[in-house]
């Protein structure tokens, strides 16, 4: 049996490279001597080498199964070919064991391979079909989660703009409404943010970020909404550390996580906000009592528009939270337990000594030295 057939064979049907390979064949067989044998070489890989590069495109075009199937039948007229000088020409070789190596083991080698080949090719089409139908789902939910989120506000701004055309209201209505109308169109600006957000999961300019800093103003601007529902926040800090990135992005991401956690709160808790610094890393940890989550929920957790809260959430924070991670080259892990809580983990790179923590606490404020 002649091996080389089946990576000439296979090679030829599918990539085109008949000519090449028949040549590297032919040139090959010469190190071997200028004999009859390579003569009948010769005249073998000249032969197949142009038609197999002939019906390369016409056999590209068949379905999986002719391809199979056409691949066989090749190599069997292959080994037929082979087959008939060795039975009538040369002495010595046994007519079953020639056919069954020739025309038996050959065909089924090439059928394994190109079976192989062809589940290769079918499980990348489907891969590749997959991906895109879930792009187009994540198109067809943004399209509607855009035409919603941003529908109420504006309505809601149309309707008060529309009131105050009437000459009867007073100043102070007027006024009243004016303060609606804007806040509603800051709401449809800020839905409208936290898209351009997942959009550009690139940071548009690094700059250089203080870890505690940027957690604390976080704190402080969380401090009434922590008051309004009873939850106490403790901090606990390393030394301060440094890493790169979006700062304001960095900061919305802070916020995200922190008022999920004081609103998964609503019968009052702790939230800790917490820094660990290696001489090559630093991590925060965000920790909230609240009602926690399921594991389904943990594992969705992230999507686009899949959201905790119900109706009242898009799902739009968290996954600002994920794209701007990523962007910066951080590491997130979350854990969760139903009734327990959950803790939020983010990992970045920095070049500070760690420094052990002071904590202090109080009801409904940050205190760190």
Partial sequence: MDLRNIPFVIGALYIGLGPYLGLTAIIIRAFFGIDLGFWVTVSYYAIFSLILWKIHPWFLGKNREQRIWIAIGFIYIVGIYQTTPLLFMLDGYDILDVSFAFLFLQPLGVG????????????TIYRQQLVTLERQGVVEKMGAAISHEIRNPLTAAIGFVQLLHNDSISADTKRQYLSIVKSELQSAERVIQDYLTISKVDPE?????????????????????????????????????????????FHQSLVNIMKNGIE????GGILTVGTEATPTNVVITIKDTGSGMTDEQLSRLGEPYYSTKGNQGTGLGILVVFSVIRAMNGNIHVESEVGVGTTFE????????????VVEQEKGKMISK
């Fill in 346 to 357: 983010l990992n970045f790179r920095s070049s500070l000594a760690y420094i052990p923590p």
């Fill in 112 to 123: 394994m391979i190109t079976y192989f080949l062809e589940e290769v090719d079918k499980f």
């Fill in 264 to 267: 998964s709160m609503s019968s």
């Fill in 205 to 249: 300019t690094e700059n250089t970020i203080l870890i505690n800093k940027a957690l604390n103003q976080v704190i402080q601007m969380l401090i009434p909404l922590a008051q309004n529902r009873s939850v106490e926040i403790i901090t606990y800090f390393a030394e301060e550390s440094i890493i790169m990135g979006d700062s304001q992005k």
